[in-house]
Nanobody
Framework: QEQLVESGGGLVQAGGSLRLSCGVS????????MGWFRQAPGKEREFVAVITWSTLKAYYSDSVEGRFTISRDNAKNTVYLGMSSLKPEDTAVYYC?????????????????WGQGTQVTVSS
């Protein structure tokens, strides 16, 4: 079972910034597209962003486009999610996920491995 380990969550005021990290084994990281999802209480898991392994192309949900940046460091087998201009509605548990040839980047069912999640809370 592959392990993805997230870190970097916390409490931040609206307008602030955070950077989430997700460590992955080299075997998975080198050939998997890496995504971030989030889930707020009482809501479904929501796609946030993905970065492909081959072309390093990034895609974002409309709700975070222009505020969040996904990146990956292949030397460290780590994917990052930089979050700025945070809003209270960004409050959620954020999950890192890995997908091998996903059919739909935004569909959580396309992802093979998941992290345990890290809480991000944005206060108003």
């Amino acid at each position: 079972q592959e392990q993805l380990v997230e870190s970097g969550g916390g409490l931040v005021q609206a307008g602030g910034s955070l950077r989430l990290s997700c460590g992955v084994s080299e075997r998975t990281f080198s050939s998997y597209d890496m995504g971030w999802f989030r889930q707020a209480p009482g809501k479904e898991r929501e796609f946030v962003a993905v970065i492909t392994w081959s072309t390093l192309k990034a895609y974002y949900s409309d709700s975070v486009e222009g505020r969040f940046t996904i990146s990956r460091d292949n030397a460290k087998n780590t994917v990052y999610l930089g979050m700025s201009s945070l809003k209270p509605e960004d409050t959620a548990v954020y999950y890192c996920a890995a997908a091998k040839d996903p059919l739909w980047y935004s569909d959580y069912a396309s992802y093979d491995y998941w992290g345990q999640g890290t809480q991000v809370t944005v206060s108003s």
